[in-house]
């Protein structure tokens, strides 16, 4: 298994990396493109989303029945499709798949047609009903593109956080909201010192999740607010970066908990955080 995902962790980033290169030289699409291929696309109820707070005790069947008929189009589509991801503000309002094969949405689209910009997919392992870790990847299509994942590049920023702190993720389960908690970096090359595969902390009981909350904390750039809870369901976005080789920029968010807000809560900056050897200084 750990061989496995460091090979697949590899993959993804050197996949996601050739696929920014090309799609930033050749394959450029401006940003209004890639909205106006998904507003035609994403159901006529959701077009324009009203962030809610959660409503109490929902019912799952009642709301898995909502969601199913939602999204029935894109599931007849393509039976891979797995919910929908959006970050007001940010370009990124985009279905997400999920397939067996952890590279085959690095270069399809939603039609499983050849597409090098590919598509956002859960990690194969990941249970979209009841997992306590949920990990979506997606490319960065390179500098001056904002299509795909890209502007995930800009979390760097803890302003960048403060501007857009939170997220709305649909399953085929249900519609949750997201609170931005932290932002760090990762590579994948051993040579570049302590590694740390993120994908391995998906299947999670309390105690497993502390460490990887714990780990996440040494390497974050800034965490917010109240952090994660060592018992709370959690989501990472995932994609590459262009500071280095072989990198990856990766978003960790949890819940919106009962009486918050979407509002941004305070930053807390790590002054040494954990990077890889070859990250440039300053950056």
């Known amino acids: 298994?750990?061989?496995?995902?460091?090979?697949?962790?590899?993959?993804?980033?050197?996949?996601?990396?050739?696929?920014?290169?090309?799609?930033?030289?050749?394959?450029?699409?401006?940003?209004?493109?890639?909205?106006?291929?998904?507003?035609?696309?994403?159901?006529?109820e959701t077009a324009a989303p009203t962030i809610e707070e959660p409503e109490a005790t929902p019912d799952p069947a009642a709301e898995e029945a909502a969601q199913r008929t939602k999204y029935a189009d894109l599931i007849a589509r393509n039976p891979d499709f797995a919910g929908w991801i959006e970050i007001p503000g940010v370009d990124i309002?985009?279905?997400?798949?999920?397939?067996?094969?952890?590279?085959?949405?690095?270069?399809?689209?939603?039609?499983?047609?050849?597409?090098?910009?590919?598509?956002?997919?859960?990690?194969?392992e990941c249970d979209m009903q009841n997992g306590?870790?949920?990990?979506?990847?997606?490319?960065?299509?390179?500098?001056?593109?904002?299509?795909?994942?890209?502007?995930?590049?800009?979390y760097r920023d803890a302003d960048y956080y403060t501007a857009h702190p939170y997220l709305q993720l649909d399953t085929l389960y249900k519609s949750e909201i997201y609170k931005i908690v932290a932002v760090y970096a990762v590579t994948s090359r051993e040579s570049d010192g302590d590694v740390f595969y993120f994908n391995q902390y998906i299947n999670l009981d309390d105690a497993t999740e502390q460490t990887f909350l714990d780990e996440v904390a040494k390497?974050?750039?800034?965490?917010?607010?109240?952090?994660?809870?060592?018992?709370?369901?959690?989501?990472?976005?995932?994609?590459?970066?262009?500071q280095m080789d072989d990198a990856r920029m990766v978003i960790l968010a949890r819940p919106l908990r009962d009486g918050e807000?979407?509002?941004?809560?305070?930053?807390?900056?790590?002054?040494?955080?954990?990077?890889?050897a070859r990250w440039p200084a300053g950056k």
């Open 1 to 44: 298994m750990k061989q496995r995902t460091k090979a697949l962790l590899a993959g993804v980033i050197s996949g996601a990396a050739f696929a920014g290169l090309v799609g930033g030289l050749i394959l450029w699409l401006p940003s209004y493109k890639q909205k106006k291929e998904m507003e035609a696309i994403k159901p006529v």
């Open 132 to 154: 306590r870790h949920l990990i979506i990847y997606g490319h960065n299509m390179g500098v001056n593109n904002t299509d795909r994942f890209s502007n995930l590049q800009k």
């Open 219 to 242: 390497r974050a750039f800034y965490t917010t607010g109240d952090y994660a809870y060592p018992t709370e369901r959690l989501l990472t976005l995932s994609t590459c970066t262009y």
């Open 93 to 124: 309002d985009l279905p997400i798949l999920q397939t067996t094969d952890n590279y085959f949405y690095l270069y399809h689209d939603l039609d499983r047609a050849d597409d090098k910009r590919g598509m956002p997919f859960a990690d194969f």
């Open 261 to 276: 807000t979407t509002a941004a809560d305070e930053v807390h900056i790590n002054s040494d955080p954990l990077l890889p």
